[in-house]
């Protein structure tokens, strides 16, 4: 299936979700826990001119069924309102929250218990996560040196020589993770130059993705990896994509920090 451009959201409200103990921290946009955790989380709701939003109704859901206490909530007078999620089916979620005439999402990951002794795999992602700049992976802005123009619902590139140049050499590069296997461990996945903020959704345009073939499999993670192989720069592809590591190995978690505001 080609991948299309998104739409322009006609939504009028804007969530953002936080963790309750931890609103300084700043927006999230994934969270890993393990079954039978109960985490507070804060939403805040803000107009179209970006003034907190209050008495505005919310509704809650899973995708895979984790229980929220309260499904429907509303805001006060500072636009906020804070439900409580439990981590009680395993696997990779979806967590919705709508009203207000806006959607936001978070994505959840829920594993089984560490064995004793074992670290507590919690983890929240900031949404405003980014790269830091590294010199010895090809960067994101290199690979964006592409016009694209969109007939009949596909993307069809143009790229500059200097890309072209890259098709069939070894390369390294860094991103995130977006799994395309329904499977703890992935082989085939998409590799991101920003965090996912659902499992479900594109968070930029093609020339951000390269999509990844592993010699070894690779557990889901929210942070960001380092792989290395060969390069396939594609100016036809039937799935729209326009780049693509095969095979590629794995050299190593990377590190990210959180973008300035």
């Not at 009680?88 to 967590?95: A, E, F, R, V």
């Not at 020339?207 to 720069?233: N, R």
Request: glycine share 8%; with cysteine.
């Amino acid at each position: 299936m080609a991948l299309k451009p998104l739409g322009q959201d006609a939504r009028t409200g804007h969530i953002q979700i936080f963790l309750s103990d931890m609103l300084g921290w700043g927006e999230i946009a994934n969270l890993t826990l393990v079954l039978g955790d109960a985490i507070n989380l804060t939403v805040v709701v803000k107009d179209a001119k970006g003034q907190p939003s209050a008495g505005q109704s919310l509704r809650i859901s899973s995708s895979q069924g984790n229980q929220v206490k309260k499904p429907q909530i509303k805001t006060n007078k500072s636009g906020r309102a804070k439900f409580t999620l439990f981590a009680d089916k395993m696997g990779q979620d979806t967590l919705r929250i709508e009203g207000a005439g806006a959607l936001a999402t978070l994505a959840l990951v829920v594993s089984d218990k560490p064995p004793d002794g074992a670290s507590h795999p919690f983890k929240a992602v900031p949404k405003t996560l980014t790269l830091e700049d590294r010199s010895d992976v090809l960067s994101w802005k290199a690979l964006a040196q592409v016009k694209v123009k969109e007939e009949e619902g596909l993307f069809i590139p143009t790229f500059s020589p200097a890309v072209k140049a890259l098709h069939g050499q070894r390369v390294k590069l860094q991103g995130f993770m977006l799994p395309l296997e329904n499977a703890e461990k992935q082989r085939h996945f998409i590799l991101s130059s920003t965090p996912p903020t659902c499992f479900f959704c594109v968070p930029g345009g093609p020339e951000s993705m390269v999509e990844i073939y592993t010699d070894k499999s690779l557990a889901f993670t929210f942070d960001p990896i380092s792989l290395e192989g060969p390069l396939e720069v594609l100016e036809e592809d039937e799935m729209g994509l326009f780049y693509r590591m095969k095979p590629a190995a794995i050299i190593s978690l990377s590190s990210a920090t959180p973008r300035k505001q």
